[in-house]
């Protein structure tokens, strides 16, 4: 059975930093692409980053791009999210997710999700 | 960025009913890439229909989808109870990855 766990959310102050992580069971962590997705308060989803099997190739929105940092440790079958200079409007549940990429990159599996607030 | 309009933004059903979900595209893409997912209140997203028309693993025969290019729909033939949710399309055509706003399905 595919398991997703993330960790490390909180509360944080704003233009502080926050690493999340996932620990992923139950399938060949290294064969897939994983991703980041979340969801602010009553509000809908939205794609945070990806990252390739081996990590070398990662993709983000704009919303996001130069202050996130996805990664991964495939010994460890884990996936992170560094966030920096965080936002009020970074204030989600992140979920963690498998990224069917090489057909038709949908995101098939997903943890439970982690909550973010950023507050002074 | 492909904008999905989804409609309704909320639905309300009795059970048994059939309920059409709408998803328009900014521009057109390949159903290859158009998917649906099922939220449940305090739940997280769950792949319903992938690739327009394909039901994931465990997923009921009353859950349908169809479409192509700009316009796509999903379906369920006879709503059940257990059946309310938040569902969301979202399209892998194109980097950035993006969701419809989301239908919300309550019952009557």
């Given at each position: 059975?595919?398991?997703?766990?993330?960790?490390?959310?909180?509360?944080v102050?704003?233009?502080?930093?926050l690493?999340?992580?996932?620990?992923?069971?139950?399938?060949?962590?290294?064969?897939y692409?994983m991703?980041?997705?979340?969801?602010?308060?009553?509000?809908?989803?939205?794609?945070?980053?990806?990252?390739?099997?081996?990590?070398?190739?990662?993709?983000?929105?704009?919303?996001?791009?130069?202050?996130?940092?996805?990664?991964r440790?495939?010994a460890?079958?884990s996936?992170y999210?560094?966030?920096?200079?965080?936002?009020?409007?970074?204030?989600?549940?992140?979920?963690?997710?498998?990224?069917?990429?090489?057909?038709y990159?949908?995101?098939?599996?997903w943890?439970?999700?982690?909550?973010?607030t950023?507050?002074? | 960025?492909?904008?999905?309009?989804?409609?309704?933004?909320?639905?309300?059903a009795?059970?048994?009913?059939?309920?059409?979900i709408?998803?328009?595209?900014?521009?057109?893409?390949?159903?290859?890439?158009?998917?649906w997912?099922?939220?449940?209140?305090?739940?997280?997203?769950?792949?319903?229909?992938?690739?327009?028309?394909?039901?994931?693993?465990?997923?009921?025969s009353?859950?349908?989808?169809?479409?192509?290019?700009?316009?796509?729909?999903?379906?369920?033939?006879?709503?059940?109870?257990?059946d309310?949710?938040?569902y969301?399309?979202?399209?892998?055509?194109?980097?950035?990855?993006?969701?419809?706003a989301g239908?919300?399905?309550?019952?009557?």
């Amino acid at each position: 059975e595919v398991q997703l766990v993330e960790s490390g959310g909180g509360l944080v102050q704003p233009g502080r930093s926050l690493k999340l992580s996932c620990a992923a069971s139950g399938f060949t962590f290294s064969n897939y692409y994983m991703a980041w997705v979340r969801q602010a308060p009553k509000k809908g989803l939205e794609w945070v980053a990806t990252i390739s099997t081996s990590g070398s190739r990662t993709y983000y929105p704009d919303s996001v791009k130069g202050r996130f940092t996805i990664s991964r440790d495939n010994a460890k079958s884990s996936l992170y999210l560094q966030m920096n200079s965080l936002k009020s409007e970074d204030t989600a549940t992140y979920y963690c997710a498998r990224h069917e990429y090489y057909g038709y990159k949908a995101f098939d599996y997903w943890g439970q999700g982690v909550m973010v607030t950023v507050s002074s | 960025a492909i904008v999905l309009n989804q409609s309704p933004s909320s639905i309300i059903a009795s059970q048994g009913e059939k309920v059409t979900i709408t998803c328009r595209a900014s521009s057109s893409i390949s159903s290859n890439y158009l998917h649906w997912y099922q939220q449940k209140p305090g739940a997280f997203p769950k792949l319903v229909i992938y690739s327009t028309s394909y039901r994931a693993s465990g997923v009921p025969s009353r859950f349908s989808g169809s479409g192509s290019g700009t316009s796509y729909s999903f379906t369920i033939s006879r709503v059940e109870a257990e059946d309310v949710a938040t569902y969301y399309c979202q399209q892998g055509s194109s980097n950035p990855y993006t969701f419809g706003a989301g239908t919300k399905l309550e019952l009557k």
